[in-house]
Every structure is written in C-alpha cells, then in structure tokens.
C-alpha cells in the first residue's frame, strides 16, 4: 500500500491550496481522491482481511464514533415519512412544505454536501489508520504536514509582500492580509497551528535520540558542528518560518492560542516525562525567546497585540476588523437555534439560510455565514447528537495522547502525541471565536492529527523494524 500512502501525503499538501478546499468543485476533487484512497487500500489489503481486520479493531472508537457522524450527516438528507419527521425535529417538519415525506434538513443541497464532506473525513482517517502502521511512515506523515505548512508560510509570505491580486476560479482574491492559499488570515492561522504543534512535537521526538554527552572539548564542537548540519537544525529553521507566517496573519486569537497551546501542553510534558523535562523546557524556551522577542520585534508581534486590545469595530484600508466581543454576536444570535433543533439540528451547512430568520443585532449588512464559533456551528447544524459524538472523539484521542505522553518511554511516539495534544488544545481555543471546523483543508488535516494520535498509542516502538513488522503480519 505504498502508492496509498503516497497519495494519502500528497491530499494532504494539496487540500489547502485551492482556498482551503472551501469551494464545491475543490469538494469533489476532495470526495474523489477518497474514493481512490479507500479502493487503492481494499486492493492493497484483499489478501490480508483478516490483518486488517485485527488492525482496525485497534482503532474502533475512534472509528465508530466517526461513522456514527458520518450516518448522522447523511440521515438528515435521508427522504422520511413525515410523521418521524415530526417526532425527532417538530420544527424540521414546521420549515418544510406540508408532504408526506421530509428529511430532517431544511436546506438538504447543502447538507449533502456536508455529508458527502464526513465521508471523506471519516474515510482519511480509516486510510490513515490503516496504511501509517510505523514510526517511519508516521514520522514521514509528520514531516509532510511541515513542509506543507512551510509551503503555505512561503506562498503567504511572498503574495503578501507584494499585495497580489487577481482571479481564481470566478473568485476576487486580494491579498492584502497574510493568508496564504487560504480565503481568510484565521484560516491560515489554524492550519499553521496545527502543523507547528506537530513540528514541535517531532523535534521533541528527535531531541530524544540525542547521544550522550561528550567531555572532551574537540568531541563537544564536532557534536555542536554536527547540529548545526543536521536535520534538527533544519526542522528547527523550518519552524521558525512557520512562526514568522503566523505572526504576519495578525491574527489574534490564532496566535494566542498557539502560545497558550505550546505553553499548556508543554508544562504538562514536563510535569509526566521529568527525563526528558530539561530538553522540552530548552525547546519551549527557545521557540517563546526566539520567536516571541526576535522574530515578534523584527516581523511585528506588536500589531498582533495591538489588534488583540481593540474593543470596537474599526475600518481599515483592505477590510474590516471586529473585536472578541462583536465576533461572537452571530454566535449569540445563533443559540435559540439550538434550542428549537436541539436533538438532529437544521442539517449539516444549513446555517446561513436558517440564521437569516434568527439575527437579532445589526451587522451592518455584512454577510454572515458561519457562527463564528465551531461549537455553536456544529450544535446548530448537527444538534447536540452530533456535537456530543464529535466531543467524544476529540475528548477520547486527547485522553490517548497524555497517557502515551505520561507511560511511554519512546521518543517518537511521545513526541507526536505532545503534537497532537498541542493541536487539539490550539483549535479548541481558536474555534471558540472562528470556524476553522467549517474549512474543508483544517477538518482534513486535524482529522489526520487525530489519527496520528491514536497511532503513537498504538505503535510499538519508535521506530517498527521490517522483522517486527513481519512478525505483526504487516509488510513495510
């Protein structure tokens, strides 16, 4: 199943980079490679059924609360009779024109767009799950979120440098905030978090393999001469690029949470794992020095700060900035909706043409099409049925990643599950005030993260050798 992973790593690079993924076309190209995912693996896999079987048993929580989401999006597109329709969703029914058969969506084009979305989604993560079955091959995964992350570091950097403007695919884009391939600078912020936390956390897994220390002094300058060559240093300067795009998106909560993600998380690394504590502390202390003082005065943390103390709603050449307060005001407005969708909610991407009756504050005649807060988003259009399943997977896979960080002794796998737990504690923070859930590119990619999570549970060492491997019943 090497082409499948292959493929798996290229999706990943290519998601982001037609605006996120957040178009309907760039949708089906993202439906189609699942689709191709999912058969190269069952060919891959036809003569190991029962392997494979073995394998995924591994991973039926997090797999069964996956499918329990993606049935729970396509029963909502689902043709029922009526009168169900009338018991799970009264106000379903009350929204639709009076027939015999109704689906609990009330916009169902959208919500099979959705659906069509979760498959993916839940498909990635079986792919992932399946083909990732070493430390190899998950630290290459690993790899690849970096440099796709750098990728779009320096494709934001040089757009912006130069103010681009231009047509794409009928869509206007100016780019006159750091925003990379994506359509908003918070979006490019979340995704930037999330591949940060795992660099972070594959050079907390490399600095474990460090060798022992040398007394003589001509041994300890080949060593430092060694590091500075070595791909260490190399991860270390790629993430000190990915910082710098992060600060120049200017966006305050996806900042705040990286710092806050990195420093909860990291104290928590240190408190579990005290033999390896001296190590994370230099690199957590190294990442606030160099990137908060250096990289923040140089490239201008200050703005960042400054956009954060901003109370009022202020015009700004290029666009419009809101504070905290009036970025939650459709999340505000948005809470009754639950409270008439509670249990299946109005169908997965029916927000803005259910919120329109909803509104209850002036926007200013802006365009309001998401809540402006995943969790809101996800009660609204999934009810609380879906929003339990997806806290369930997320409170789960975090459980996993402290314990692997807390009982085990390998570099690697507690280095991707501090990655992991770093990304799922940044996106909790950013999705109380942003909709990165809602950008089909970041759900791809902190779906895999999660994956990645269950993997550094499951994995065996830090790195499978082929005789392991084959005694497993796997081939490299």
Same mark, same amino acid.
């Given at each position: 199943?090497g082409?499948?992973?292959?493929g798996?790593l290229?999706?990943l690079v290519?998601a982001p980079l037609?605006?996120g993924?957040?178009?309907v076309w760039?949708?089906g190209?993202?439906v189609?490679?699942?689709?191709?995912l999912?058969l190269?693996? +069952?060919?891959a896999?036809?003569?190991?059924?029962?392997?494979?079987?073995?394998?995924?048993?591994l991973?039926?929580?997090?797999l069964?609360l996956?499918a329990?989401?993606?049935l729970?999006?396509?029963l909502?597109?689902?043709?029922l009779?009526?009168?169900?329709?009338?018991?799970?969703?009264?106000?379903?029914?009350a929204?639709?024109m009076p027939?015999e058969?109704?689906?609990?969506?009330v916009?169902?084009f959208?919500?099979?767009i959705?659906a069509?979305l979760?498959f993916?989604y839940g498909?990635?993560?079986?792919v992932?799950?399946?083909? +990732?079955r070493?430390?190899?091959?998950?630290?290459r995964l690993?790899?690849?979120?970096v440099w796709?992350g750098?990728?779009q570091a +320096?494709?934001?950097?040089?757009?912006?440098?130069i103010?681009?403007?231009?047509?794409?695919?009928f869509n206007d884009?100016?780019?006159?905030?750091m925003?990379g391939?994506f359509?908003?600078?918070?979006?490019l912020?979340g995704?930037?978090?999330?591949c940060l936390?795992?660099?972070?956390?594959?050079m907390?897994a490399r600095l474990?393999?460090?060798k022992a220390s040398?007394?003589?002094?001509r041994?300890?300058?080949l060593?430092?001469i060694?590091?500075?060559l070595?791909?260490?240093m190399?991860?270390?300067l790629?993430?000190?690029?990915m910082?710098?795009?992060l600060?120049?998106?200017r966006?305050?909560?996806?900042?705040?949470?990286f710092?806050a993600?990195?420093?909860v998380?990291g104290?928590v690394?240190?408190?579990?794992a005290r033999?390896t504590?001296?190590?994370?502390?230099?690199?957590i202390?190294?990442l606030v020095?160099?990137?908060i003082?250096?990289v923040?005065?140089?490239?201008?943390?200050?703005k960042?700060?400054e956009?954060i103390?901003?109370?009022?709603v202020?015009a700004s050449?290029g666009g419009q900035?809101?504070?905290?307060?009036v970025?939650s005001?459709?999340a505000?407005d948005?809470l009754p909706?639950v409270?008439d969708?509670p249990?299946?909610?109005t169908?997965?991407g029916?927000?803005y043409n259910v919120?329109m009756s909803?509104?209850?504050?002036?926007?200013?005649?802006?365009?309001?099409?998401?809540a402006?807060n995943?969790y809101?988003q996800?009660?609204v259009?999934?009810?609380l049925?879906?929003?339990?399943?997806?806290g369930?997977?997320v409170?789960?896979?975090?459980?996993t990643?402290?314990?692997?960080m807390?009982?085990?002794r390998?570099s690697l796998?507690?280095?991707?599950?501090f990655?992991?737990?770093?990304?799922?504690?940044?996106?909790?923070?950013?999705s109380?005030?942003d909709?990165?859930?809602?950008i089909p590119?970041n759900?791809?990619t902190i779906v895999v993260v999660?994956?990645?999570g269950w993997?550094?549970?499951?994995?065996?060492?830090?790195?499978?050798s082929?005789t392991?491997?084959?005694e497993q019943?796997f081939?490299p």
């Amino acid at each position: 199943d090497g082409g499948v992973f292959f493929g798996l790593l290229a999706l990943l690079v290519w998601a982001p980079l037609p605006l996120g993924s957040n178009r309907v076309w760039a949708m089906g190209l993202l439906v189609l490679a699942a689709v191709l995912l999912l058969l190269g693996t +069952v060919v891959a896999w036809r003569n190991q059924l029962s392997s494979a079987q073995a394998r995924l048993y591994l991973f039926r929580w997090p797999l069964g609360l996956l499918a329990a989401m993606v049935l729970l999006a396509w029963l909502q597109t689902v043709w029922l009779p009526a009168a169900w329709v009338q018991v799970l969703s009264p106000n379903a029914a009350a929204a639709q024109m009076p027939s015999e058969w109704m689906t609990l969506s009330v916009d169902m084009f959208q919500s099979r767009i959705m659906a069509a979305l979760c498959f993916v989604y839940g498909v990635v993560f079986l792919v992932t799950v399946l083909v +990732v079955r070493d430390g190899l091959r998950l630290e290459r995964l690993a790899l690849v979120l970096v440099w796709s992350g750098v990728l779009q570091a +320096v494709l934001g950097v040089a757009l912006y440098s130069i103010k681009a403007q231009y047509t794409i695919f009928f869509n206007d884009i100016s780019h006159q905030d750091m925003k990379g391939s994506f359509v908003n600078r918070n979006h490019l912020a979340g995704y930037l978090c999330m591949c940060l936390s795992v660099g972070i956390g594959l050079m907390l897994a490399r600095l474990g393999q460090q060798k022992a220390s040398h007394s003589d002094w001509r041994a300890r300058v080949l060593a430092a001469i060694e590091f500075v060559l070595s791909d260490k240093m190399r991860l270390r300067l790629l993430l000190v690029i990915m910082v710098i795009a992060l600060v120049l998106t200017r966006s305050r909560m996806g900042n705040t949470a990286f710092f806050a993600a990195m420093l909860v998380v990291g104290l928590v690394a240190v408190v579990w794992a005290r033999k390896t504590a001296p190590q994370t502390v230099a690199l957590i202390a190294s990442l606030v020095i160099i990137d908060i003082f250096v990289v923040g005065t140089w490239i201008g943390l200050e703005k960042v700060v400054e956009r954060i103390q901003e109370t009022e709603v202020y015009a700004s050449a290029g666009g419009q900035s809101e504070s905290i307060e009036v970025r939650s005001k459709p999340a505000r407005d948005a809470l009754p909706i639950v409270s008439d969708f509670p249990a299946f909610g109005t169908g997965g991407g029916s927000f803005y043409n259910v919120f329109m009756s909803y509104r209850q504050l002036d926007y200013g005649g802006n365009y309001i099409d998401y809540a402006h807060n995943d969790y809101i988003q996800i009660a609204v259009e999934y009810g609380l049925v879906g929003l339990g399943i997806l806290g369930m997977l997320v409170a789960l896979t975090l459980v996993t990643v402290l314990r692997v960080m807390a009982r085990r002794r390998s570099s690697l796998p507690r280095g991707i599950a501090f990655g992991v737990a770093m990304s799922i504690v940044a996106l909790l923070i950013h999705s109380t005030v942003d909709f990165n859930l809602q950008i089909p590119a970041n759900a791809l990619t902190i779906v895999v993260v999660l994956a990645m999570g269950w993997l550094s549970h499951t994995l065996k060492s830090g790195k499978l050798s082929r005789t392991a491997a084959n005694e497993q019943g796997f081939d490299p």
